[in-house]
Nanobody
Framework: VQLQASGGGSVQAGGSLRLSCIAS????????VGWFRQAPEKTREFLAA????????LYGDSVEGRFTIARDSAKRTVYLHMSNLKPEDSAVYSC???????????????????WGEGTQVTVSS
């Protein structure tokens, strides 16, 4: 499966954005999908992941309650809805896919098989 993230941009603190991760290629339904971000001089951070059929989700501690992950299998797309954005949310956001049941190990970037190009999010104060 190939992935492409989109939807990034510039927003003021307190605002919202919706990112999209669009899949092509092999059976998208076989893959759990996760979102990560990386700010300059920081390690890649886990944000959220969703199971193959969308019934289970995981969230990183720093975004739980503000970010929501959702999946539209018909559109082969996983969304990351981000609200109450803060300047520290500024980063490059990427999606990744893995053919495994959703579980704690999918919090780790090393567990993912496929990665897409990222999209920049900038939050100004």
């Amino acid at each position: 499966v190939q992935l492409q993230a989109s939807g990034g941009g510039s927003v003021q603190a307190g605002g919202s954005l919706r990112l999209s991760c669009i899949a092509s290629g092999r059976a998208f339904s076989d893959y759990a999908v996760g979102w990560f971000r990386q700010a300059p001089e920081k390690t890649r951070e886990f944000l959220a992941a969703i199971s193959q059929n969308g019934d289970k989700t995981l969230y990183g501690d720093s975004v739980e309650g503000r970010f929501t992950i959702a999946r539209d299998s018909a559109k082969r797309t996983v969304y990351l809805h981000m609200s109450n954005l803060k300047p520290e949310d500024s980063a490059v956001y990427s999606c990744a896919a893995e053919r495994a049941p959703l579980g704690p190990r999918l919090r780790y970037r090393s567990e993912y098989e496929q990665w897409g190009e990222g999209t920049q999010v900038t939050v100004s104060s």
